[in-house]
């Protein structure tokens, strides 16, 4: 057997288990489950903004959360001070989250490596400090709270993310759509750009590709996934907090995105659902569960240093050159 | 108005000695390792609940200041065998297993010591007249032992053969290695410097803030704009950095609220870090 067809089938199988969720879960758990798996979705693609500067233009962020925080805010503000209903609040959380990325890009991606993470892990403090001084905007660290407007209404009748299976489909299907915007931005041109200058920058650059403005793009890309999933978890939660916009959320997208695997699309999913439902499971039966995430983070560095879908990967390519090695040697035994 | 400037001041300059300690416990781990040390403000954070469990051991506060330091040394070397020698180096995956660290190290302490963050009573009480300010006691002794272990941390890479390897195998480990000196016994003793110097400095600063399992969040933002400020690897910068940062935010929090003064010393430092990445200093120390 092949690598290919297994891997065909479970993308299969993971597709058509996402779908069913609303009702196979409650059937087979809990409901409550439902709501965990919208949020492993939400923060998947916060860790997809990081996974898409480090795993494929080889930058380190470490501040994406101030760009989750502008998203967040931008939507609780629009709807809470500003009045707007469902779209426009949710587009003015994403501009909001791009404008904060552009601006900082222009000066961040100026710098490489270890500068880079710094200056990123610095931008996002400057605001988080500046959100906790404006508790009249922002609530500081306990937040405001909103309520939701509708999403769409159709025939006199309103949908709106207070009905869980609308809110859970409505999850899916944007960041669906966001991973794969992001496949194929990667697989364009653009991203084989992106990826010239992972590999070696001053080759990048010596062909002829523009350093500078290809970096400033992804950062702003970034930007746009921390800031649509920045949006999604104020609707999700009803409300933004300044507590979101602090270094530890984004070292923790960096620590889902390089357990499940960096540079691979699905890593940052498989690398979130792990450590979300670990938290879910033993947070319920023991208090001290960061103990098992601390070991788990520490375990994966040491034993699969390129994620687990890099382990899997791994794996298949190992599967496929046994499959095309084995006629050749039969050949050999033959005469 | 004068006198609390003073005041404010002086209390920043003492808080950035004990940073300084910390931030070169930071930055020769980076230099030598090349690790981006998230554990670092925890190695701090234990230090504190080190002193705080030897106080209420013994009754004495002094024997704090030994076991903090020597207890983090240890606690660094196995750290470094254990979790940091199996991913060579790689800096990406330290960040991950750093992190980890970090929360393995909050939630023992969590566990042992407790979730409320407690005051811990300085052996000495009482002011003295200063500049025309009665300040603290404690404070001034705290800056007085910070000022003797940077002393003492620089005596010994300069003039003992351990810090002399410990700067030839940064230097250049192939010839280091050629000439004999075991790398891989550099790199444990170093990371447990590392430890001890961050533990060390919580020992000294625990009568001065609060021990909290927590204790050292805040803290590492500040050591790393330290060590960047300073220069990568430059360790003279890196404590003139720490000095000069803790004064500044004291200036200002003089004049504003706190998160004013640590918002303009993360100004300070984005300018640093775009405008002169190679540090504050390069050129005046080396």
Redesign the interface.
Known sequence: MTGRPLAIGLAVGTAVFLITVPWLIPALIDSFWVSVITEILIWSLFASSVNLL?GYVGL?S?GQALYFGFGMYGTALGIDHLALSFWPAFGLGIVSAMAMALVSGV?AV??T???F???T???S??FY??A??MKPLTGGDDGINFSLPPVLRLGGKAFGLTDPTFQYFFVLVVVSLCLFLKFRVINSPLGKGFLAIRDNDLRASLIGLNVYVLRLIAFVMAGFLAGVSGALFAFFGRYASASYMF??VS?EA??WT??GG?GTLFGPLVGTALFIVIREIVSSHWE?H??L??????L???FA?KGIVGLWNGWITRLDERAAASPRLTLQADP | MKDTVLLLAMNGLIWGLIIALIALGLSVIFGLLDIINIAHGDFFMVGTVLAWFSLSATGNFWIGFLVAPLAGFILGAIIQRLVIQPIHGAAALSIVATFGLSLILQEIVRITFGPTPRRMLAPIQGTVPLFGVEYDIYRLLAAFVALLALAGFFLFLHHTKLGIWMRAVRHDRETAVAMGIPAKSVYVLTFGIGFALAAFGGAVAAPITTVDFRGGVDVLPFCFMAVIIGGLGNLPGTVAAAVLLAFLEGLIQSVADPTIARISSLVLMSAVLLLRPQGLFKGYAK
Do not use: C, D, E, T
Not at chain 1, 293 to 298: D, E, N, S
């Open positions: 480090f380190l470490f000066l100026r710098l490596w270890h500068y993470a710094i200056i892990v610095v931008f403090l400057i400090f500046l906790v001084s270094y530890q070292g960096v620590v390089i357990v960096a001290h960061s103990l995430v601390g070991l788990l983070a520490i994966a560095v040491i240093p």
